[in-house]
T-cell receptor, first 115, second 113 residues
Framework: GQQLNQSPQSMFIQEGEDVSMNCTSS?????WLWYKQDPGEGPVLLIA?????ELTSNGRLTAQFGITRKDSFLNISASIPSDVGIYFC???????????????FGTGTRLTIIP | DVKVTQSSRYLVKRTGEKVFLECVQD?????MFWYRQDPGLGLRLIYF???????EKGDIPEGYSVSREKKERFSLILESASTNQTSMYLC????????????FGSGTRLTVV
């Protein structure tokens, strides 16, 4: 199946630092999504991007849909302890026969904040 | 509060057992999905369903089957559990509309001994 390359695999930062992570694909996607997974929970949607070149913010989070439609970036400004978790990118593509869509997920970026 | 509910948070099963993982959603979503999550591998799609009694193989269907008899319920079946199926299993659902992402359950951590 399709694979998304997400980097970095893990990050150790101090509270207050900015965070950047990205995702690249060999395939084009119609939509890029970013999810966060808290320990012991399922992933929760943070940001959705629907058009190439789109830049979207959600509080301290900013994400961009790459012009080539093969990549996306997520930035977190001024990190706080509750930002700890695993961040997943996901590309959404059509299941061509039925018009429904499925997600392909990246391998995840584990964010740890050092006291 | 709309949600996806997975019947068990933790399961321990023996090798060779038949295992059922249940997932129920209350959002009237058409699509339902089963993923497994392993460190360094992210989320990998096992099976999905876009309608009652319909199912499609994902990227890693071997050793699994699914059942969707009602719109709100999607079951993952391990016919004969093996130790390499020890993993976190996540169920998700979505509307058939590109404006919506998935809603995930909290996961079932399965250990096969």
């Amino acid at each position: 199946g399709q694979q998304l390359n997400q980097s970095p695999q893990s990050m150790f930062i101090q509270e207050g630092e900015d965070v950047s992570m990205n995702c690249t694909s060999s395939s084009i996607f119609n939509t890029w999504l970013w999810y966060k997974q808290d320990p012991g929970e399922g992933p929760v949607l943070l940001i959705a991007l629907y058009k190439a070149g789109e830049l979207t913010s959600n509080g301290r989070l900013t994400a961009q849909f790459g012009i080539t439609r093969k990549d996306s970036f997520l930035n977190i400004s001024a990190s706080i302890p509750s930002d700890v978790g695993i961040y997943f990118c996901a590309g959404q593509s059509l299941i061509s026969n039925f018009g429904n869509e499925k997600l392909t997920f990246g391998t995840g970026t584990r964010l740890t904040i050092i006291p | 509060d709309v949600k996806v509910t997975q019947s068990s948070r933790y399961l321990v099963k023996r090798t060779g057992e038949k295992v059922f993982l249940e997932c129920v959603q209350d959002m009237d979503h058409e699509n339902m999905f089963w993923y497994r999550q392993d460190p360094g591998l992210g989320l990998r799609l096992i099976y999905f369903s876009y309608d009652v009694k319909m199912k499609e193989k994902g990227d890693i269907p071997e050793g699994y089957s699914v059942s969707r008899e009602k719109k709100e319920r999607f079951s993952l079946i391990l016919e004969s559990a093996s130790t390499n199926q020890t993993s976190m299993y996540l169920c998700a659902s979505s509307k058939s509309d590109r404006l919506y992402g998935y809603t995930f359950g909290s996961g079932t951590r399965l250990t096969v001994v």
